[in-house]
């Protein structure tokens, strides 16, 4: 079992930055994937960035150029970063990870509590 724990979220300005972080800890083999959803009311949980083992990484169109994840693979921590935050960004993050529990074990899913962020003057 992963539990994932965020951090950063808050209240900022549009045109700010802020940073998040995710902390995964338990008991696993390998994360392959490392992400971050959002999901705001009254519409659906989507995806905004993931990045896999080898530091390959996906972007939502609505934030590419804006936002940036990282992760460092030995702390099993991830990162990210919002820049140039508009008002349409607020919603609650949700930290993600797929992870094999065991060698050649099939992969599992996890998902964090979420975090507020809300961009708003």
């Known amino acids: 079992q992963v539990q994932l724990v965020e951090s950063g979220g808050g209240l900022v300005q549009p045109g700010e930055s802020l940073t998040l972080s995710c902390a995964a800890s338990?008991?696993?083999?390998?994360?392959?994937?490392m992400g971050w959803y959002r999901q705001s009311p009254g519409k659906q949980r989507e995806l905004v960035a993931t990045?896999?083992?080898?530091?390959?990484?996906v972007y939502a169109d609505a934030v590419k150029g804006r936002f940036i994840i990282s992760r460092n693979s030995a702390k099993n921590m991830t990162y990210l970063q919002m820049n140039s935050l508009k008002p349409e960004d607020t919603a609650v993050y949700y930290c993600?990870?797929?992870?094999?529990?065991?060698?050649?074990?099939?992969?599992?899913?996890?998902w964090g509590q979420g975090t507020q962020v809300t961009v708003s003057s």
């Open positions: 993600y990870v797929v992870y094999v529990r065991v060698l050649a074990g099939p992969p599992s899913r996890a």
């Open positions: 338990g008991s696993v083999f390998v994360i392959a994937v």
């Open positions: 990045i896999a083992s080898g530091d390959t990484t």
